[in-house]
């Protein structure tokens, strides 16, 4: 009797431990990052994609004991036809070295076309654009950042003040 009542214990944990949950589920935390956006070339009035150009992510990380890191930087690819760049990191990089991130920003960092080679602040592109929300994308276990759109101009800008 006492075995009886021991394998019908255990069948009922191996099944709950088996049937997906449905209220409440556990979910997987997302464990790559991606950071996805455009680069447009502004000349004159117009914007056009700047296939080739490249993004660059500068994060700050923490160690067990909080103390933060020196920055470190990923290049993305070079961007599509589109403009398009995506970059990921993952937090279990050699660059982390079993580190948490603490925040990361995205810069613009070469254009591809040697005509609109001038960087814009526009959405602070130059003095780097905070990375903050995000939407999870369960089947890829990654949380998505979209930065952007950054700008390069062909024309240079004038500075306030003179400087």
Same mark, same amino acid.
């Given at each position: /009797?006492? &075995?009886?009542?021991?394998?019908?214990?255990?069948?009922?944990? #191996?099944?709950?431990?088996? +049937?997906?949950?449905?209220?409440?589920?556990?979910?997987i935390?997302? +464990?790559?990052?991606?950071?996805q !956006?455009l680069?447009l070339? $502004? @000349?004159?009035?117009?914007?056009? @994609?700047?296939?080739?150009?490249?993004?660059?992510?500068?994060?700050?990380?923490v160690?067990?004991?909080g103390?933060?890191?020196?920055?470190?930087?990923?290049?993305? =690819?070079?961007?599509?036809? =589109?403009?398009? *760049?995506? @970059?990921t990191?993952?937090?279990?990089?050699?660059?982390?070295? =079993?580190? $948490?991130?603490?925040?990361c920003k995205? *810069?613009?960092?070469?254009?591809?076309?040697?005509?609109c080679?001038?960087? +814009?602040?526009? =959405?602070?592109?130059?003095?780097?654009? #905070?990375? &903050?929300?995000?939407?999870? #994308?369960?089947?890829?276990? /990654?949380? #998505?950042?979209?930065? !952007?759109? *950054? *700008?390069?101009?062909?024309?240079?800008?004038?500075?306030?003040n !003179?400087?």
């Amino acid at each position: /009797m006492a &075995s009886t009542r021991f394998l019908f214990a255990t069948s009922i944990l #191996l099944l709950s431990l088996l +049937t997906p949950k449905q209220e409440g589920k556990d979910e997987i935390l997302p +464990t790559i990052i991606g950071i996805q !956006g455009l680069v447009l070339c $502004k @000349a004159g009035s117009k914007y056009f @994609a700047l296939k080739g150009a490249v993004a660059r992510i500068t994060c700050v990380a923490v160690d067990d004991k909080g103390y933060e890191t020196a920055p470190f930087s990923i290049l993305s =690819n070079g961007c599509d036809a =589109n403009g398009y *760049f995506f @970059a990921t990191l993952s937090p279990y990089s050699s660059l982390l070295n =079993n580190k $948490k991130i603490k925040e990361c920003k995205a *810069f613009l960092d070469y254009s591809s076309l040697d005509t609109c080679k001038v960087p +814009t602040d526009v =959405n602070h592109r130059i003095s780097g654009g #905070l990375l &903050s929300s995000y939407r999870v #994308l369960n089947e890829k276990n /990654m949380k #998505l950042y979209s930065v !952007g759109p *950054f *700008f390069y101009s062909s024309e240079t800008q004038s500075v306030p003040n !003179g400087y």
